[in-house]
């Protein structure tokens, strides 16, 4: 499944020429001329405004829609099953078990969800250009950009009230500021069992046919009651039939269709295999954890799935571009894009940068752990706080302020086991990579083994409670100086080479947008308006057409039923992951076994898109994408149609269970209305 | 559990000076004064030399002993597993559910044992060092060392007709002519259910308390009948008592005690990270494969479990590198022999051999795959053969033809879906290690992604089949030259980097013996006799006291019972692999619930000694060695008496289990007989 794990995604870049369905397209820019020639279809401003107005971002990385005046939101379980897991305990196991508010009142609301809907764009990339000079040094530029970016976002949330971010696109060559509405009252009304959301589990994922209910609902109020959205979707549970034309509203996170043979190198031969290592190292980390009991299987059930899906999906991407053809193809473009130019610098920038980042491989100034993290936060919010917002670091400006504390004070449960594990593992993968004799590890070590060393800062931090760190956030520079918290202590340690390390990469990001500015131009000079930029976890309209496709000479139909979730359990025996819940066999009697479950369309689609509402010509509600097939794994680098597809679940089998499993006919009758 | 993972082993090195019950001893060099002296325990050569002769190697990696005149012998069902999947077939899984042959006619014959008794040892070290003289480069002196040792085994393989090997010791300090006697048919008598023998699973691996049952009998044959032996171990069930004097009489496989802070260094930093990197690599690919499954889950256990036990093994080592105080102490001790020597150049060279083994990290000219192991065997072969036997790469000399003509033609099961993922995983793994752009890289995946490359291959070998394999050896280098196979032709792609590797590898080797050489000198000058060689998997004697140890505050008894096992059960309400088989359940009635089933002492035992007898003052079998606690997992660098410790199945819960679980009251009456 398609999850963005924005943890793992590296500096976001960019973009591309246009084949068929390809294309994640700008809502201020749409395809209009393809979709009218390939698909005789009229984008009107009214459908895409209430299409976009629609479209809901999970800020933890995800995609939804409203789906009702009174403020329901759907996505899919696996972008909500980090907020299920929260509301969990040990008594009552929301991720694995399901949900049903049968009252407003049962709602529960989430302990740190934001959503953020998308009211504007705006074009600001001469204000942000217009404070970099010819004379700067690269990182003066960086800097002076950096600032001039705060300022806008300043300026527009102190003038609007709306979240204000502005977004780099095609790498560099254009700036737009997007304008959101926050809804951070987010409250869980219905949640499938797992083994509905996740039937197959692991083999089955991104594979098809597929049969899962990946969805879950939860619904946003303001001042306390049920927001009235004037914007929702409309549903049509007859659609999605083969061939239909349907649309994806949603927000791809990262996608690198810009990049130069040479980056695409870096990512090959450096960047994937490392990041696997690092997945697969937390993978068995977490399976030995979840083998000490039932209790520890469901604390680490959560982290564990999404590191699984990232290995899954980053197999996929880097067999993808260990594909002789495929960069051989990436060359033959490359040359021609760069015979219609004089300037090649660009490119030696980025072979350039690619070999600084080598150069970088062998330091770390952070660690990857929960309870680190937040310390490592409060450590560099105590400096930047002293700062004018527009010289700080990104995240500590003021415009991101309420998303920073949310998560930073989220009351979210905390496990010290858990967090003691990963932290042992942190410091040992710390010592791996700058050496046992690093003065640095030296010192962060403090004479013990990584174990007994994280037992002993687990032990001497009070990062578990969220009062904790609101204090601490409260203290300031010399507060911080004085605290005897053991994690801060850490994170004191660190700061100078995270500091230090962020500096050289933000310099190094500067120059990769710079260069790839220029590429883009050269792309848009030498293929006109074909070009949409590379995802940015921000709204995209992708399109396409409900299709099967052959695979080793069979003929996949593009969608499954009801019906063939049980099937697909009875040719498995019921074994491992392949068991639907009891509240499915108990209703089989009643249930339309012929109702559509799941299907696939050529919509050009990647991880953040997870959640997205598929519509169709009238914009209406024909499903949820919650996965790409493995043949989609590429999308990183390049659509490909032959046989990728992304995978949605059909409304139709959401409203059919919603009846007749769940007993949810309330539920049911607000959906569309 | 210890099984000797004998692919991940580097190269074999030594040595120590001795505290308590620390020492893995060489039986022509016992420590007879400590013995004496902290035991009041006088070794006879009638005692030591029984014992010698009871012990057996397992050539695939394992201990044993023979059990009764007629040629019973007893090791670890983990070591026996590898067997026992060999004899599986889809319809009966020998490793899983166990077996019994009730006659001398069901005993299955193991496909490619060999079992290796030790006869004699004789010290050739003047005769080794008088091959190579001073005006020898490093890479003459290394060829003129291995065509010594070969001259000298082939001489006494023909004067004895046993197998000989030279095994070098302390690194290169010492050279001694091992000569075995070598079982070839051997057979199944007896294994209990994976659910006795591993209980617990992989969580419960390398902890103690434990209630594993981990055993398995064979029996070996000599001209069809079974072998009529003069040693073998008579038992003593009610032995191994609190504070009883214990002996374990087995092989460890290596361990690097003699290491330099600069090697040592190495493995933290370089060597271990890298091995952790890709066992868990590993485990993830057999783990998801099995997912496919029940038949690609058995299919894919016996290799699966091999890698989790390494896993876990090597995370333990590495976490003893990584506490800074374990290389604070050995650079003191480092420091004090450093001081009682003029000439240095030992351990700098080391450091240089270290930095050279980090240059060759992204070179590589093999692959891990058991297929494609056959197809290189077989082109290095077709050339090795032109030459004289001393000539030749080590394992194609004629004294180890016997045992690489047994594995290479073995006629064990090979499974088409599994060589194509694993193969394909392995041209992955190359190309990472090499980087995509290299030319043998290139040359290797022949324009195709590793797994359309790797289908492709695989359906173009004949390698599955022992007979063509048979052939393919008869060739010589003509014929291979003009093999169609496809495994060959890669096997041909890739042996000049090969054979340039090896050749670098060898010196580097060759390199290190001279220089730890020196410092075993220089030991042996400081500290007398009271050093013992690292482990070089040849037979050594190890002893210490059946003793249990605190642990959290807790008092851990040595022994664990049967009755034990019921309540471990029901403590983990029988989930996940705490499940005891029917056959324990339906016998709980009948068995004494006291019989001692697992134990706990002192002795320095490594990977490799599983299997290993344990054997009282009077030379009597109280025990199997079947593995060591979590905290003895340092042993590589360091033995530990605070809380490490070797685990042993006791002799008595065999007994037991086969009279009143297995209804074997025939095969128990022959035991010690």
Not at 2 to 9: G, V
Not at 45 to 70: C, D, K
Not at 282 to 301: F, N, T, W
Not at 434 to 456: F, M, S, Y
Request: hydrophobic share 40%; proline share 4%.
């Amino acid at each position: 499944m398609r999850t963005l794990t924005a943890t793992l995604c590296a500096h976001t870049l960019f973009c591309c020429s246009v084949f068929a369905d390809e294309g994640m397209w700008l809502f201020n820019a749409l395809p209009a001329q393809q979709l009218k020639q390939q698909h005789d279809f009229t984008v009107t401003e009214a459908w895409s405004e209430h299409l976009m107005l629609s479209s809901v971002r999970f800020n933890s990385g995800g995609s939804a829609s409203f789906i009702s005046s009174n403020g329901l939101v759907l996505t899919n379980h696996h972008v909500a099953s980090d907020t299920l897991y929260k509301l969990s305990t040990p008594e009552r196991d929301l991720a694995s078990g399901g949900y049903y508010a049968q009252t407003l009142a049962d709602e529960l609301p989430a302990p740190d969800l934001e959503l953020n809907q998308l009211v504007s764009i705006e074009d600001v990339t001469q204000r942000i250009n217009a404070s970099v000079t010819d004379s700067m040094s690269v990182a003066e530029a960086s800097k002076a950009r950096q600032a001039a970016m705060a300022t806008i976002e300043q300026a527009s949330k102190k003038a609007t009230g709306l979240r204000s971010d502005v977004v780099t696109l095609y790498g560099g060559g254009r700036y737009h500021l997007y304008r959101y509405k926050r809804y951070t009252d987010v409250r869980l009304v219905w949640a499938p069992e797992a083994k509905a959301a996740f039937f197959g589990g692991d083999a089955d994922n991104f594979e098809y046919p597929r049969y899962c209910l990946d969805v879950t609902i939860f619904r946003v109020y303001e001042d306390g009651k049920p927001a009235q959205l004037e914007n929702f979707l409309k549903v049509n549970p007859a659609g999605a039939q083969a061939g239909d034309l349907v649309f994806v509203s949603g927000n791809p996170g990262r996608t690198q269709r810009i990049l130069t043979t040479a980056a695409l190198e870096y990512q090959r031969d450096h960047r994937m295999p490392r990041v696997l290592d690092l997945l697969r190292r937390k993978e068995i980390l977490l399976q030995q954890y979840g083998l000490s009991g039932p209790e520890q299987a469901r604390r680490g059930h959560d982290e564990l799935f999404g590191i699984q899906n990232s290995r899954k999906a980053y197999t996929g991407m880097l067999a993808g571009l260990q594909d002789p053809s495929f960069l051989a193809d990436k060359r033959n473009k490359e040359a021609r894009l760069k015979s219609t130019v004089s300037d090649l610098s660009p490119w030696e920038t980025i072979a350039e940068v690619t070999q600084a980042r080598i150069g970088l491989q062998n330091r770390s100034g952070s660690l990857r752990s929960g309870l680190y993290r937040f310390a490592e936060e409060l450590v560099l919010l105590a400096t930047e706080d002293t700062k004018p917002s527009e010289k700080r670091l990104r995240e500590f400006r003021d415009s991101n302020r309420q998303s920073l504390e949310q998560s930073l004070f989220s009351p979210a449960p905390l496990y010290d086991d858990l967090e003691r594990l990963q932290l042992a593992d942190e410091l040992a993968r710390f010592t791996e990579t700058r050496g046992g004799n690093d003065e640095l590890v030296q010192q962060v070590l403090a004479g013990k083994g990584p174990r007994e060393r994280a037992a002993e800062l687990i032990a001497g931090t009070n990062m578990f409670s969220a009062e904790a760190r609101q204090a601490l956030a409260k203290l300031g520079p010399a507060g911080i100086a004085d605290s005897r918290d053991a994690l801060i202590g850490l994170a004191k340690i660190l700061e100078p080479e995270y500091r230090a390390l962020r500096e050289i990469t933000e310099e190094l990001d500067e120059r990769e947008r710079q260069a790839y500015a220029k590429i883009t131009e050269a792309k848009f000079a030498a293929e006109g308006d074909s070009v949409y930029p590379d995802a940015t976890f921000t709204l995209r309209l992708a399109y396409g057409l409900v299709k099967g496709y052959e695979e080793d000479g069979q003929s996949i139909p593009p969608r499954t039923t009801l019906g063939g979730a049980f099937q697909h359990e009875a040719a498995h025996q019921r074994l491992e992951d392949w068991v639907l819940p009891d509240s499915y066999e108990a209703a089989k009697d009643k249930l339309d076994l012929d109702t559509p479950l799941n299907f696939v369309c050529t919509a050009d689609i990647i991880g953040g898109n997870s959640g997205s509402p598929v519509v169709d010509r009238q914009g209406q509600l024909v499903g949820v994408i919650f996965d790409g097939n493995i043949q989609s794994l590429t999308a990183d680098f390049y659509h490909s149609e032959v046989q990728g597809r992304a995978v949605a679940v059909h409304i139709a089998a959401v409203l059919e269970v919603l009846d007749k499993v769940y007993n949810a006919a309330e539920l049911k009758k607000q959906i569309g209305k």
